[in-house]
């Protein structure tokens, strides 16, 4: 009698702490997939400054005689304001519209990239060698552009 409430006490352990792992793995694979998303749209906002905004902002969005440092910390801005200034130009005229060339997924992108350089967490440099070892940089738990 002992013997098979011991064994149940046991199984219902056994099956608690398998089920508890397989819920952690998955919400690990998650955050790896969410952080993999992260990483690619730092990236892809990254190649697609390296086109057509490095020139007027620099070459790690600090600025130039010609356009604003975009890392400045007191003038981070919402994705909504930065894609409405991406696409239609600056109110000034000193900036030109990109909506010709850029989509919003592109400029989200580039927001990314912008918001990571602004909010200090990703280094000046390639994202792809700025990593661990010149690796891959990893964006840290928790960061998130904040759209």
């Avoid at 992260?38 to 990236?43: A, K």
């Avoid at 989509?103 to 060698?129: M, N, S, T």
Wanted: a positive charge; proline letters at 6%.
């Amino acid at each position: 009698m002992i013997s098979r409430r011991v064994a149940i006490v046991v199984l219902t352990a056994s099956a608690a702490i398998l089920a508890d792992r397989a819920v952690a793995r998955s919400q690990g694979q998650a955050a790896a997939g969410k952080s993999q998303e992260l990483y690619q749209s730092v990236y892809n906002g990254w190649k697609t400054w390296h086109v057509y905004c490095f020139r007027c902002h620099g070459t790690n969005a600090v600025g130039s005689t010609l356009a604003p440092n975009l890392t400045d910390p007191n003038e981070k801005m919402a994705l909504k304001e930065f894609r409405t200034i991406v696409k239609t130009g600056s109110a000034d005229g000193q900036m030109q519209a990109w909506d010709k060339l850029l989509d919003d997924k592109q400029i989200a992108q580039v927001y990314d990239y912008v918001r990571a350089r602004a909010d200090k967490v990703l280094p000046p440099g390639r994202p792809d060698e700025v990593g661990p070892k010149g690796g891959l940089w990893t964006p840290p738990a928790g960061w998130s552009p904040q759209r």
